[in-house]
């Protein structure tokens, strides 16, 4: 949702910082690198139940996977290798985070409270296995209640408010049970059309290889006519 409606004024946004780091000499995979080790700093201050320091460096995490795009357009380095880094980082780093809320339940609430961010960790890699399975067919999968964006943004609410942390997980999965049901059904539609109009195409070349010429049609009428005047005069 956020990311549908909010990505182009966030690229205007950091297009200009983009410029800068390209002084550096850093490169996008640089800060992709970067934001997986916050984020693992982050999961450990979880873990350890010092939320506000966890969502300090959970803000901070997100910081360089915004800039990491902006300095790749800035460089004229976009690859498919970036992206396939980028997407692949983002699922590790949604693992790591959720992990720190794992053991964070664990040590301070219910072994079996545990299970709840394991859950969320599932549900979101299906939603992300949905949108690049439809992608490989030409399909789109985009959209929904709870992406990435929102995910972050949810979590980093639980953490602020820390009585809040496990109504937020539920909230969480809820919702991102929903998404993951939403693209699901749109993808399923999309499939449904895209058969029905292959059946269409399919009918069409089967009439066109079928159906004869108007040539053949006339060589057959005049075989024939010329068959009728022999039979005629015999």
Known sequence: MFDGRFRAPI??????????????????????????????????????????????????????????????????????????????????????????????????????LSILPMAVMGVSSLISYERAKAESLGLDAKGGLMERAERIIVLCFGLLFDNLLVPVMWVMLVLTTATAVQRFVKVWRQAEVSATVQARRDRRQVRRVTRPSPRANRRTLSVSSRQRRRTRHG
Not at 16 to 41: A, C, E, F, K, N
């Open 11 to 112: 690229e205007r946004l950091v297009r200009p910082v983009g410029m800068l780091l390209r002084r550096t000499g850093m490169s996008p995979d640089h800060m992709t690198i970067i934001g997986v080790l916050v984020s693992v700093g982050a999961a450990f201050a979880v873990g350890a139940g010092a939320l506000r320091v966890g969502l300090l460096l959970v803000i901070l995490a997100a910081v360089p996977d915004m800039l990491d795009g902006a300095l790749a357009k800035a460089q004229n380095s976009a690859s498919q290798r970036g992206a396939f880094f980028d997407s692949v980082i983002d699922r590790v780093t949604d693992s790591i985070l959720l992990g720190g809320v794992a053991w964070y339940f664990a040590s301070e609430k219910s072994a079996h």
